[in-house]
C-alpha cells in the first residue's frame, strides 16, 4: 500500500484584508491569471520528485480567497495532480470561499472542475458583527452563499468566530443554533484572538475594544462543545465540529502528522525522508517573489525536540488524542523520556490528560488549557 499525504495549494488574493487575519493574504488590482496558472504548476511539478510514488488523499485550496480564481485555473492543477499522482478514489478536494464570490454558476463551475466540498467564511451570521469584523459582506448574503453551497456541494462547512467583543453567551447561542439548522454536517467555531501585525492588534493595545477575560472565553467555548454535543456534533479537533463520517479529511492530515506538501506564496510543507526525519519547507510570502521561484525558498531538517513539540502540539487538538506511535516513530528518546517521566502523572491527577497504552488524549479541562499543559510537558 501506497504511503498517503495531502496537497496545500495557496490562493493569496483577497477583495480587502481582514483586521483580525494574519494570512498570507494580499490586495491586488490585477492579476496575470495565466501566470499564476503557469506558476501554480511549476511549483506542484517541483515537489515530483519526492512524492510521486505516494497516495493523494486531500487538495485544500486555501487563501487568501481562492474562489475568486477562475474555476478553469482549479481544474488545471487538479488535472495535473491527477496525471502525476495516484490519487485516492476516496479523495476530498476541499475550496475555502467566501459569500461575496460564491455565485451559483461558479460553484457548478467550481464543482465540473473536481471540488468535492467547500468551506464558506461565514463568520458571523450577524450584521454588526460583520461590520466590526469588516467583513465585505452582510448576514443576508451569508445565508444565500450557505444556500448557493447546498445546491451545488454535497458536502459543505461554514466558519464562525465567537467570544468577541460585546458578545453574550445569549446572543451567541441565538446564532449558533440558527447556524446549526443551516449546518451539513461540519462547522468551524473558532474563538477571536488578537494575533501580532494585524490591524486589531493595534485597536486592541489603544483600547478600541475590550477581549473576553480568560473564564468568560471557557464559558463560552463549554456551552459550544456542549450545545454542539447536544447535536451530535463532536468536537474532533478544539475548533472543528463534525457528524460521524464529515470530519475534514485533509486537516486531520496536519493533526496526526502526516505528510503534506503546500505549493503557492507561504505555503508550508511537511515532509518524511527514508530515515523518519522530518522536513519544514516553505515558499516565499510575497506573491511576487514567489512568482519568481514557483518553488521552495527554504527547507529545515527538524531537530527531534522540535519534531516533538510539533507532534504535541498538532496530536493533543484532536478529540481522539496524540498516538504515542508517532512519537515513537519521529522522536523516540523523548517520546521514552515523556513516558518515563511523572508529567503524566501529575496531568492525569489534575484531570487535564487520560493515557492510555497508545494515546495520550486531553480531557475537557486539558483542551481548556492546551497551551500551559505543552509548556509543562516540554519544559
Not at 510570502?285 to 514557483?294: A, F, G, I, N
Request: hydrophobic letters at 35%.
Amino acid at each position: 500500500m501506497k504511503s498517503s499525504f495531502g496537497i496545500y495549494i495557496h490562493w493569496p488574493f483577497c477583495l480587502s484584508k481582514c483586521p483580525y487575519c494574519d494570512f498570507n493574504s494580499h490586495v491586488r488590482e490585477k492579476i496575470d491569471i495565466n501566470q499564476w496558472q503557469q506558476g501554480l504548476l511549476q511549483d506542484l511539478k517541483s515537489c515530483l520528485s519526492e512524492t510521486s510514488s505516494k497516495q493523494v488523499t486531500s487538495i485544500f485550496f486555501g487563501g487568501g480567497t481562492p474562489s475568486l480564481m477562475p474555476p478553469s485555473l482549479a481544474g488545471s492543477l487538479i488535472d495535473f495532480i491527477y496525471a502525476h499522482w495516484p490519487v485516492s478514489d476516496q479523495v476530498e478536494i476541499t475550496l475555502e470561499a467566501n459569500p461575496n464570490s460564491t455565485e451559483v454558476s461558479k460553484l457548478k463551475d467550481f464543482s465540473a472542475a473536481g471540488i468535492n466540498r467547500i468551506s464558506l467564511g461565514i463568520q458571523s451570521l450577524n450584521d454588526e458583527t460583520l461590520k466590526f469584523l469588516k467583513r465585505g459582506h452582510t448576514a443576508t448574503e451569508a445565508l444565500q452563499a450557505i444556500e448557493k453551497a447546498r445546491q451545488v456541494f454535497p458536502r459543505y462547512s461554514f466558519d464562525l468566530i465567537y467570544a468577541h467583543p460585546n458578545q453574550t453567551l445569549e446572543t451567541w447561542q441565538k446564532e449558533l443554533t440558527h447556524a446549526l439548522t443551516l449546518a451539513s454536517g461540519h462547522l468551524s467555531l473558532y474563538q477571536l484572538t488578537i494575533e501580532e501585525g494585524t490591524p486589531f492588534y493595534l485597536a486592541y493595545h489603544r483600547g478600541d475594544f475590550t477581549m473576553p477575560d480568560e473564564e468568560k472565553s471557557a464559558d463560552f467555548y463549554e456551552f459550544t462543545r456542549d450545545a454542539m454535543q447536544d447535536k451530535g456534533y463532536e468536537a474532533y479537533e478544539i475548533s472543528n465540529y463534525a457528524q460521524p463520517g464529515q470530519e475534514c479529511a485533509h486537516n486531520i492530515t496536519y493533526w496526526r502528522y502526516n505528510d503534506y506538501i503546500g505549493v503557492g506564496p507561504g505555503a508550508h510543507g511537511r515532509l518524511t525522508d527514508s530515515t523518519n526525519n522530518k522536513w519544514a519547507i516553505r515558499r516565499h510570502r510575497s506573491p511576487e517573489k514567489w512568482l519568481e521561484t514557483c518553488g521552495e525558498h527554504e527547507r529545515i531538517l527538524l531537530s527531534k525536540q522540535e519534531i516533538f513539540e510539533e507532534i504535541l502540539m498538532m496530536g493533543l487538538r484532536l478529540k481522539d488524542g496524540l498516538q504515542i506511535k508517532t512519537l515513537m516513530i519521529y522522536c523516540p528518546e523523548q517520546g521514552e523520556k515523556l513516558l518515563k517521566s511523572s508529567k503524566l502523572e501529575q496531568l492525569q491527577k489534575g484531570n487535564l490528560l487520560h493515557a492510555t497504552k497508545d494515546r495520550l488524549i486531553l480531557t475537557p479541562a486539558g483542551q481548556l488549557r492546551l497551551n500551559s499543559v505543552l509548556k509543562y510537558i516540554v519544559t
